[in-house]
T-cell receptor
Framework: AQSVTQPDIHITVSEGASLELRCNYS??????LFWYVQSPGQGLQLLLKYFSGDTLVQGIKGFEAEFKRSQSSFNLRKPSVHWSDAAEYFC???????????WGAGTKLIIKP | GAGVSQSPRYKVAKRGQDVALRCDPISGHVSLFWYQQALGQGPEFLTYFQNEAQLDKSGLPSDRFFAERPEGSVSTLKIQRTQQEDSAVYLC??????????????FGPGTRLTVL
């Protein structure tokens, strides 16, 4: 069965520092991969997605993620975080269908001033 | 409105009470999803509609959970005889297309259900 693991429950980063959030998945074929952000009181917002092609994908708000098949990973990165990036980040895997996204448990990002 | 809206935003129910949660998707969106998000967890799929047809309800945890979308727009998730384990945030999402091709899902803010 498909699964998604986000090993870090929370991460604290200083404002202006770089960020990497880890995501590992378990899926037999090439998956559809997503990163979403959930801010307090806000709905989940799609940051970026990978379906095929270039393994480095660019998203909104300056985020990028790299698909590494050999490591079954899809880590999210940002070169310099801003206080407004404080939120919870979710990695998700989709099968070949639109629905049945499998979600990780999330990583809460805390920004130190 | 421009986005997906859900009401109520917060609901407190006594155990055994029935509740109804409403979702207004983005106008014109074909697909509608319900998810359950327990505290400290990621969302878990409950059910999927394409227009008014409920194509997948495999994630509904018990027969106490029922969802409908009678006119292919607004959807209601109903939980009968609520139990404490039903306490969670219920998320609704909609997407433009349907079928088996990915379209971005747009999420509402959720309804936080607390069962006492």
């Amino acid at each position: 069965a498909q699964s998604v693991t986000q090993p870090d429950i929370h991460i604290t980063v200083s404002e202006g520092a770089s960020l990497e959030l880890r995501c590992n998945y378990s899926y037999g074929a090439t998956p559809y991969l997503f990163w979403y952000v959930q801010s307090p009181g806000q709905g989940l917002q799609l940051l970026l997605k990978y379906f095929s092609g270039d393994t480095l994908v660019q998203g909104i708000k300056g985020f990028e993620a790299e698909f590494k098949r050999s490591q079954s990973s899809f880590n999210l990165r940002k070169p310099s975080v801003h206080w407004s990036d404080a939120a919870e980040y979710f990695c998700a895997v989709g099968k070949d269908s639109n629905y049945q996204l499998i979600w990780g448990a999330g990583t809460k990002l805390i920004i130190k001033p | 409105g421009a986005g997906v809206s859900q009401s109520p935003r917060y609901k407190v129910a006594k155990r055994g009470q029935d509740v109804a949660l409403r979702c207004d998707p983005i106008s014109g969106h074909v697909s509608l999803f319900w998810y359950q998000q327990a505290l400290g967890q990621g969302p878990e799929f409950l059910t999927y509609f394409q227009n008014e047809a409920q194509l997948d309800k495999s994630g509904l945890p018990s027969d106490r959970f029922f969802a409908e979308r009678p006119e292919g727009s607004v959807s209601t998730l109903k939980i009968q005889r609520t139990q404490q384990e039903d306490s969670a945030v219920y998320l609704c999402a909609s997407s433009l297309g349907g079928g088996r091709s990915y379209n971005e899902q747009f999420f509402g803010p959720g309804t936080r259900l607390t069962v006492l």
